[in-house]
């Protein structure tokens, strides 16, 4: 059974860095899709980013996020730099275990997997 597990949120000030875990069990890690996800109360999930053999992310983190994974700890990385209070959100990672993100990575729908979520607070 696949289990998808998230740490390393919490409170970070406006400008500072974050970096989120994903650590997967019950398959390895390496050669799967894993995206990240956040949602605010009242709205949907957002995608944020999505790894493969190639990176996708979303305009509003592109430049400031980098994605990354570390095959020998089955783990996907979320590096979060210059941290803005509209970052603000419970984290997700999540798979549908793809070997590729593919042009339709951020719809929520696509996925079977997910973390239980870790809550990251962007203020001062």
């Known amino acids: 059974q696949v289990q998808l597990v998230e740490s390393g949120g919490g409170l970070v000030q406006p400008g500072g860095s974050l970096r989120l875990s994903c650590t997967m069990s019950?398959?390895?890690?390496?050669?799967?899709?894993v995206a990240w996800f956040r949602q605010v109360p009242g709205k949907e999930r957002e995608g944020v980013a999505c790894?493969?053999?190639?990176?996708y992310y979303s305009p509003s983190v592109k430049d400031r996020f980098v994605i990354s994974r570390y095959i020998q700890k089955n783990t996907l990385y979320l590096e979060m730099n210059l941290l803005r209070p509209e970052d603000s959100a419970v984290y997700y990672c999540?798979?549908?275990?793809?070997?590729?993100?593919?042009?339709?990575?951020?719809?929520?729908?696509?996925?079977?997997?997910w973390g239980q979520g870790t809550q990251v607070t962007v203020s001062s």
């Open positions: 019950g398959l390895p890690l390496n050669g799967y899709a």
């Open positions: 999540a798979t549908d275990l793809r070997e590729s993100c593919r042009l339709d990575w951020a719809k929520e729908v696509r996925y079977e997997y």
């Open positions: 790894d493969s053999n190639t990176h």
